[in-house]
């Protein structure tokens, strides 16, 4: 059975908070470390305050329940790496298998119908995995990060 994809739209925050904040406890039992993991995290609320508006980010629902199974959250980039057009890809959330494999083919084939040259995918949290059909390479640039923060 296929996963019911759709563009995430504002009123799904709280679900997607909702959703981190349960994996965040499933993975940091201490109420402080987990405090400090947010903060570093990809799914803080101004990151997914800033991609939901785009409508490049997608999340996965049982097509029973409409129960919140996974998303993604991504945003187009022009003339990034040498490509004239990329679909970069931040971060990839799941509560099953199925809906990581079906988020990452949907940003794929995103990508191919937009005609976008690639598609870069976190090497995170299993990604990889789902990838690996389409023949990904590690993105490797010739760039130096400098940072402007402590």
């Known amino acids: 059975m296929s996963l019911f994809c759709r ?6 925050l709280q679900n997607i908070l909702d959703l981190e904040s349960r994996k965040m406890t499933e ?8 405090m400090m993991a947010v903060w ?3 799914h803080r609320i101004e990151a997914l305050n800033h991609y939901i508006p785009l409508g490049w ?27 004239t057009q990329t679909l970069w890809v931040e971060h990839v959330q799941f509560e099953t298998l199925q809906a990581r494999d079906e988020l990452c083919e949907l940003a794929y084939k995103l990508g191919r ?7 870069y995918f976190p090497s995170d ?6 990838v690996k ?16 923060t402590k």
């Open 57 to 83: 980010s997608f999340l996965a629902e049982d097509p029973e329940t409409k129960a919140l199974l996974g998303y993604f959250i991504a945003q187009p980039l022009l003339f990034f790496d040498g490509q």
């Open 133 to 148: 059909g389409f023949k990904p390479a590690a993105w490797e640039p010739g760039t130096l990060a400098v940072k402007t």
């Open 40 to 42: 570093n995290s990809k």
């Open 113 to 119: 119908e937009k005609h976008l040259q690639r598609v």
């Open 125 to 130: 949290n299993g990604v990889p995995n789902s």
């Open 7 to 12: 563009v995430i739209q504002t009123d799904d």
């Open 27 to 34: 993975q940091y039992p201490d109420e402080m470390e987990r």
